[in-house]
């Protein structure tokens, strides 16, 4: 049903598992029960009260919380049991988190650092310069496929979230590092392994993983000299930011991060606010 109906990810279906199976083990385990339709509503609460009490993060929480409530809504369509004992219930307070985001001299520095003299060094450039460019989600890179139009209508086509497909605008400086790994590097890794047309491929061929791509972005920014913590999706973060900060449209910004709900990208424009916050902190005597 996950993967027909609701055409989620590979990566979603395997969330889903991993939480329902959590919660089924707890059930059996912690609260001795034996059949679906003894589940009630205090199993439930006492299942995310244990997953705070073993310190999962909050966004885990309502994430499990989400795949619990999905889970009963399917048996009860189904009729595999009587009752739906999460209707009544609502979900966890997700407590609102601003965004860690990196400068524009930060970013700069780690795609300066990427030397292209290494074995990789075409391919890791343009990964970095697309992730903060186009502000992608790394399964959203991966799943790039090579466009030979792109110099032309300089937007990238983009496959997100339900396979909906997206296309995100972006510059000269991404088009030409691009079209520098396609003319001096892909050709050669394309020939050492089935890859469907992606665009970003392994040493051996094969496309990108999310596991790559982090050890692309660490490996540079430690030769940038760079020692907060950074991931990919931080680059994602600077993208939305570094546009509202210079003024970009609340809805433009939603449309290129591929967000379907507008509040989700109203979080970047707490970043503002946050800055000045800290800046009275810092100077303000009387503060």
Request: glycine content about 4%.
């Amino acid at each position: 049903m996950l993967r027909v109906e609701k055409n989620l990810s590979p990566n979603s279906i395997s969330a889903y598992k991993g939480d329902l199976k959590r919660y089924l083990d707890f059930l059996s385990n912690e609260q001795s029960l034996i059949d679906l339709d003894d589940i009630r509503q205090i199993h439930i609460r006492s299942f995310i009260r244990y997953l705070n009490d073993v310190h999962l993060a909050p966004v885990s929480i309502t994430r499990s919380f989400s795949s619990i409530r999905s889970y009963h809504e399917f048996l009860s369509m189904e009729k595999l049991v009587k009752k739906n004992p999460t209707q009544l219930l609502d979900p966890p307070k997700l407590p609102k988190k601003i965004p860690q985001v990196l400068s524009v001299i930060e970013i700069e520095a780690i795609i300066n650092a990427v030397d292209i003299e290494d074995s990789m060094g075409y391919r890791d450039k343009a990964v970095l310069e697309v992730l903060y460019s186009a502000g992608l989600r790394v399964s959203e890179l991966c799943q790039l496929v090579v466009q030979k139009d792109l110099p032309d209508i300089q937007m990238l086509r983009v496959i997100g979230k339900k396979k909906k497909e997206r296309f995100v605008p972006i510059g000269n400086n991404a088009i030409q590092v691009i079209d520098n790994y396609l003319k001096y590097l892909r050709h050669k890794l394309a020939d050492r392994s089935k890859h469907d047309g992606c665009l970003f491929l392994s040493n051996n061929g094969k496309p990108l993983t999310r596991m790559t791509v982090n050890n692309i972005l660490k490996k540079w920014t430690e030769a940038a000299g760079i020692t907060k913590r950074v991931y990919p999706h931080i680059l994602r973060h600077s993208f939305a930011t570094h546009l509202l900060d210079g003024g970009a449209n609340l809805r433009e910004v939603q449309l290129m991060l591929g967000h379907v709900d507008i509040s989700t990208t109203q979080i970047y424009t707490h970043h503002d606010k946050l800055f000045l916050t800290s800046e009275v902190q810092k100077f303000h005597p009387r503060w």
